[in-house]
T-cell receptor, first 106, second 114 residues
Framework: NAGVTQTPKFRILKIGQSMTLQCTQD?????MYWYRQDPGMGLKLIYY???????DKGEVPNGYNVSRSTTEDFPLRLELAAPSQTSVYFC?????FGQGTRLTVV | KQEVTQIPAALSVPEGENLVLNCSFT??????LQWFRQDPGKGLTSLLL?????REQTSGRLNASLDKSSGRSTLYIAASQPGDSATYLC?????????????FGKGTHLIIQP
């Protein structure tokens, strides 16, 4: 089983650029989450979804957007990237986590 | 707002020792508590999930306890091995059963010396 797959694994963005972090799961879970992890810190919840068509803000949603058109996919969109968004991003389906996307904004 | 604290932040011990990692949370009205392991450059792997009605859970050399009334949980690792080296994270639901996500501690970075 693939579980939760995130792409890309690494990305460098310039300030002001936009990108979409992809997340797909093959476990048919309704609940999906996006977290960010800064060095030495725990994970902070960005957005979550309890099912297709339903999304809600987490603790740190500013600068991000999400959509959930299918049960499998939960992409995270960064608009106008800022250095403060340099972080490692994790997608999860229930308590199953992807391998993360390491994003650097320069 | 729920806050989760983990002590110590880092721990280095010789192989073979038994050790205890601590987790505390401010709101005792939790449905469950979960311990995760994170290896460098990897995602999180769930180790143990303790429901609020349970006092402890065991998996192999790992034993996690939960004391809701005092807002504490401990993860006990018996006969530690170099392969146990990782960061251990404690997490509780943001609210209710956790449909709206988890609140994490900052983790304990564990090094087991061969």
């Amino acid at each position: 089983n693939a579980g939760v797959t995130q792409t890309p694994k690494f990305r460098i963005l310039k300030i002001g650029q936009s990108m979409t972090l992809q997340c797909t799961q093959d476990m048919n879970h309704n609940y999906m989450y996006w977290y960010r992890q800064d060095p030495g810190m725990g994970l902070k919840l960005i957005y979550y979804s309890v099912g297709a068509g339903i999304t809600d803000k987490g603790e740190v949603p500013n600068g991000y957007n999400v959509s959930r058109s299918t049960t499998e996919d939960f992409p995270l969109r960064l608009e106008l990237a800022a250095p403060s968004q340099t972080s490692v991003y994790f997608c999860a389906a229930r308590a199953f986590f992807g391998q993360g996307t390491r994003l650097t904004v320069v | 707002k729920q806050e989760v604290t983990q002590i110590p932040a880092a721990l280095s011990v010789p192989e073979g020792e038994n050790l205890v990692l601590n987790c505390s949370f401010t709101d005792s009205a939790i449905y469950n508590l979960q311990w995760f392991r994170q290896d460098p450059g990897k995602g999180l792997t769930s180790l143990l999930l303790i429901q609020s009605s349970q006092r402890e859970q065991t998996s192999g050399r790992l034993n996690a306890s939960l004391d809701k009334s005092s807002g504490r949980s401990t993860l006990y690792i018996a006969a530690s091995q170099p392969g146990d080296s990782a960061t251990y994270l404690c997490a509780v639901p943001r609210s209710g059963g956790g449909a709206d996500g988890l609140t994490f501690g900052k983790g304990t970075h564990l090094i087991i010396q061969p």
